[in-house]
């Protein structure tokens, strides 16, 4: 489906890319896949799933191939439920066509919105968005089938954001389904994780995001050899392969690593150079992949932290979410980023030496 060029920018949807809610189809993750199916097709279907993994592997296109098997199959125990061997909903079917364009009255998404004052994304979810979604839970169904709201992403909830959609979360009406999208599940309210079912989804396989590249019209502009080099380097992530494909992505991989595997000694020098080099005009993508690398180092150091019970974990996890929410508000405000990209490697450096 082409995205209409008079439309607003989205925050959850990447340039030139297809939105999630526009694709039909789902590569990996079926057992996650199996896992919705069957609790649905159960009718003792778990009114609130936290859908968590690392960033561009799919989980707002499995988020939102749920909702549209939801609102085009209202019936958990219905046939056509039984009958099918996954979620997935045609193309052509007016579940799938509606929510394609948000026209559904019972599909509610709740992430950053366009802000016409500032003409540009807002640095997060605020709570006036959450109540918004809190009211479309306290009206009847439009279809009388389900409700579902999509949360992408999860993690761009302010606290008091937070807080309001917990409120429907604790005491959700009937055949009321969330769908939260989330990167860093662990920066999220514990009340929130609470309220859901977990389910985590693994990296894509190479050969898995690879088959994804191929679909998207980026694709086009890149030989076989580098879309197969970037899906080997993504480690899992089809948006990180297409930053790898941009601009040169795999030599500032190399660097990024460099610098990291160095900690906690910092190169001065190296330093000043990336920063310098992210701050240009056109840099977005770069920088975006700079972002992924060190979200990445963090990510495996709370994970191992977890497991031996690290006690600098809240420091590293409190760094985790400041250079994310930094990121964010470097995009959204136009900041920038050199500050960034030297302040963070010097944080990383201080948190190596403890």
Known sequence: MTPDPDALPEADRREGCPHPREVSTLVGHGEAEQALLSAYRSDRMHHAWLISGPEGIGKATLAYRMARFALAHPEPLGADVAAATSLF??????????????????????????????????AEIRVQDARRAVSFFGSTAGEGGWRVCVVDTADDMNGAAANALLK?????????????????????????????RALRLAPLS?????????TLPEAEDHDSEALSGAAELAEGSVARALSLLAGDGVTLRRKVHDLLERLPTVDVKATHALAEDLSKRGAEERFALFV???????????RAGAEVREPRLARVAELWEKTARAAREIEVFNLDRRPFVIETLTELAGLSRR
Request: hydrophobic letters at 45%.
């Open 292 to 302: 992924a690398l060190i979200g990445d180092w963090l990510h495996d150091r709370v």
């Open 168 to 196: 429907v979360l604790e005491e959700p009406p009937a055949r009321a389904l969330f769908l939260l999208v989330s990167s860093t599940p662990r920066m999220l309210p514990a009340p929130v994780r609470s309220r859901c």
């Open 89 to 122: 909903v045609p193309e052509e079917h007016p579940a799938a066509r509606r929510a394609a364009r948000l026209a559904h009255p019972d599909l509610f998404v709740l992430r950053r919105e366009w802000n016409p004052d500032r003409k540009a994304l807002g």
């Open 206 to 214: 190479a050969a898995e995001t690879l088959a994804v590249l191929q």
